[in-house]
C-alpha cells in the first residue's frame, strides 16, 4: 500500500511539472529573434594583371561611393593572368 502511495505521487508530480513547463510557452531566449546583421551588397572589379589593379582616383571614387575593399583573388579573364578585387558595402 505505502508502494502505491509513493508511485501514485510520483506520477502526479512528475505529471503536475510536465503541465507546467507546457504551460509556460518559448523559453525566455527563444522569446526574441536574433539581431539581424548588416546586409550586405558586393561588387567585383577585374583588370587584367599587366594593368595596374587599381589607381589611386578609382580607389578614392569607390570609397566616395561607400564601397570596402574586402577581398582579392587571381583568375584568368580571356586566358590572360587577371585579379579580381571584391568590395562590399551595407545595403541600402
Do not use: H, I
Not at 47 to 63: F, H, I, S, Y
Not at 83 to 91: E, I, L, Q, T
Request: charged fraction near 25%; glycine fraction near 10%.
Amino acid at each position: 500500500m505505502k508502494r502505491a502511495c509513493v508511485l501514485a505521487v510520483s506520477v502526479g508530480v512528475a505529471v503536475g511539472l510536465l503541465v507546467a513547463s507546457l504551460g509556460r510557452g518559448p523559453a525566455s531566449a527563444q522569446d526574441k529573434p536574433a539581431p539581424a546583421g548588416p546586409r550586405w551588397e558586393y561588387k567585383v572589379v577585374t583588370k587584367a594583371a599587366l594593368v595596374l589593379p587599381a589607381d589611386e582616383a578609382e580607389l578614392n571614387r569607390l570609397g566616395d561611393e561607400g564601397w570596402e575593399l574586402a577581398a582579392v583573388g587571381a583568375r584568368t579573364k580571356d586566358g590572360q593572368p587577371a585579379a579580381s578585387f571584391v568590395f562590399k558595402r551595407p545595403k541600402r
